[in-house]
């Protein structure tokens, strides 16, 4: 049982920058791929962000490639999002998900999930 906090949320003005992280506990941490998804009120959970088990291999959905970028600490148990140039559209509550496949886009692959952090840009 892996158990995952996020943490780093908060209100920004665009083009400001921030870093969300993932702690895991429990588990084999390096075992799992992660993916970070994202949830706007009133919009459907989209996948933003994956990242592999070891982190030699990243993803980012086309609408944050070059602004976000995913790394992971597996000493730390711990999974980064650096999020710069942030907009608007970025403002959503976002989790990070572990599962044992890297890159799949729909959340049902995902066995573990954080509680989520919101994250509010402001224009």
């Known amino acids: 049982q892996v158990q995952l906090v996020e943490s780093g949320g908060g209100l920004v003005q665009a083009g400001g920058s921030l870093r969300l992280s993932c702690a895991a506990s429990?588990?084999?941490?390096?075992?799992?791929?992660i993916a970070w998804f994202r949830q706007a009120p009133g919009k459907e959970r989209e996948f933003v962000s994956a990242?592999?088990?070891?982190?030699?291999?990243?993803y980012n959905t086309d609408s944050v490639k070059g602004r976000f970028a995913a790394s992971r600490d597996n000493a730390k148990n711990t999974v980064y999002l650096q999020m710069n140039s942030l907009k608007p559209e970025d403002t959503a509550v976002y989790y990070c998900?572990?599962?044992?496949?890297?890159?799949?886009?729909?959340?049902?692959?995902?066995?573990?999930w954080g509680q989520g952090t919101q994250v509010t840009v402001s224009s």
């Open positions: 998900a572990a599962g044992r496949w890297y890159l799949r886009l729909h959340g049902n692959y995902y066995d573990y």
């Open positions: 429990g588990g084999t941490f390096s075992n799992y791929a």
């Open positions: 990242i592999s088990a070891s982190g030699s291999r990243t």
